[in-house]
């Protein structure tokens, strides 16, 4: 089975444009989370969703930060306009279950850089 | 607010050396404890975990145990190996979260043969 898959893998972008990050979560997975790890703050939660819902978007650091989910196979995590502090791993991860000490699988994450 | 506190690295040792991470944590309730690994270049991966105090998680020769009363899940292995060099992550959700998952700082690892 595939496990989570994210595009792109490395992005290098000018300050200023807009950057959508894509996350394709494993089938039959109903909870999706997306994280940022800097060397500085570590891995932080930025947005959760169940169902496609957004649960908590407490992490997302203000409002040029935006993720969707219009269905249960695609996510989307956008910044705009980007900025050179944005520039960090953003990891997505999905599981199944409303466990909550059930494992996360995250993807390979998706290296940006904002010049 | 919920935290977990990792030992800085970078940490190399030998092959066939006796490992230890420490992890101290901060949380409501009675947290749920996990150690997560990241090889080069792939996302984080389970090793084990513990849901209440006295608990042992165990895999792949590493074993955590959840003392409650040192707030402590510190990450042990009797011979590492090359292979395990990684990144290794302590992490929690907390008895009052709702699926937020509050990670250390990371933990670099090197062995060398």
């Known amino acids: 089975d595939a496990g989570v898959i994210q595009s792109p893998r490395h992005e290098v972008t000018e300050m200023g444009q807009e950057v959508t990050l894509r996350c394709k979560p494993i089938?039959?997975?109903?909870?999706l989370f997306w994280y940022r790890q800097t060397m500085m703050r570590g891995l932080e939660l930025l947005i959760y969703f169940n169902n496609n819902v957004p649960i908590d978007d407490s992490g997302m650091p203000e409002d040029r930060f935006s993720a969707k989910m219009p269905n249960a196979s695609f996510s989307t995590l956008k910044i705009q306009p980007s900025e050179p502090r944005d520039s960090a791993v953003y990891f997505c991860?999905?599981?199944?279950?409303?466990?909550?000490?059930?494992?996360?699988?995250f993807g390979e994450g998706s290296r940006l850089t904002v010049l | 607010g919920d935290s977990v506190t990792q030992m800085e690295g970078p940490v190399t040792l030998s092959e066939e050396a006796f490992l230890t991470i420490n992890c101290t944590y901060t949380?409501?309730?009675?947290?749920?404890l996990f150690w997560y690994v990241q090889y080069p270049g792939e996302g984080l991966q389970l090793l084990l975990k513990a849901t209440k105090a006295d608990d042992k998680g165990s895999n792949k020769g590493f074993e955590a145990t959840y003392r409650k009363e040192t707030t402590s899940f510190h990450l042990e292995k009797g011979s590492v190996q090359v292979s395990d060099s990684a990144v290794y992550f302590c992490a929690l959700i907390s008895g009052g979260s709702n699926y937020k998952l509050t990670f250390g700082k990371g933990t670099l690892l090197t062995v060398n043969p």
């Open positions: 949380a409501t309730g009675y947290p749920s």
């Open positions: 991860a999905s599981k199944i279950g409303q466990e909550r000490t059930g494992e996360l699988f």
């Open positions: 089938s039959g997975h109903d909870y």
